[in-house]
């Protein structure tokens, strides 16, 4: 079942903040964030993991609520290069990673 | 530049053509994947390939029919597309568990 993100688009000056909310009906374990610009390929931004754990090799953070099965990517004094589509995935079984239909970031100068 | 490469990065096709899409990794993942991409949409999980066996067949119709004839390829063989099979296809690959890394994808026109 397809997570539900929201807000679907944000539009930004540089420096300010924003924030990107993944739900899941189902139980999360673990979540992933993923960036994609346009034309380009997915890159994975975060992990997220049951207990607090998290994992991630830019300056975002992110949270993850076990109870409220949510998920939420912070991106503070956003730059220029931070726009595109955002995507949260939870991970369902072993592999079946389900994108949630997307969050467009657009910053302008 | 991606670590997953994925060959052609642009396909037009006729509806009775037969072609097939490459995509190679060299990170020695064991899990490797095929999604559908339409324009503003997320991609959508096609199949997936653990250890070089079809794991996951997201029903799939026929018309697309992948192989995984070594750990480091993946092909995905198409066969009388129709024209909303007109979209980016996907590759990616992990390890278990672990976050996916994806090639640039091939951009497929059906005529």
């Known amino acids: 079942q397809q997570p539900v993100q929201s807000p679907q688009a944000v539009i930004l000056r540089e420096g300010e903040d924003a924030v990107i909310n993944c739900s899941s009906s189902k139980a999360l374990y673990s979540v992933h964030w993923y960036r994609q610009k346009h034309g380009e390929a997915p890159v994975f931004l975060m992990i997220l993991l049951k207990g607090g754990e998290q994992k991630g090799h830019e300056k975002i953070s992110a949270s993850f609520n076990e109870k409220k099965q949510q998920s939420s990517l912070y991106l503070t004094a956003s730059q220029l290069s931070y726009s595109g589509t955002y995507f949260c995935?939870?991970?369902?079984?072993?592999?079946?990673?389900?994108f949630g239909q997307g969050t467009r970031l657009t910053i302008n100068p | 530049d991606t670590e997953v490469t994925q060959t052609p990065k642009h396909l037009v096709m006729g509806m009775t053509n037969k072609k097939s899409l490459k995509c190679e990794q060299h990170m020695g993942h064991r899990a490797m994947y095929w999604y559908k991409q339409k324009a503003k949409k997320p991609p959508e999980l096609m199949f997936v390939y653990s250890y070089e066996k079809l794991s996951i067949n997201e029903s799939v119709p026929s018309r697309f029919s992948p192989e995984c004839p070594n750990s480091s390829l993946l092909n995905l063989h198409l066969h009388a597309l129709q024209p909303e099979d007109s979209a980016l296809y996907l590759c990616?690959?992990?390890?278990?568990?672990?976050?996916?890394?994806f090639g640039d994808g091939t951009r497929l026109s059906i005529l």
């Open positions: 995935g939870p991970i369902q079984g072993a592999q079946k990673l389900v």
């Open positions: 990616a690959s992990s390890q278990r568990g672990q976050p996916q890394h």
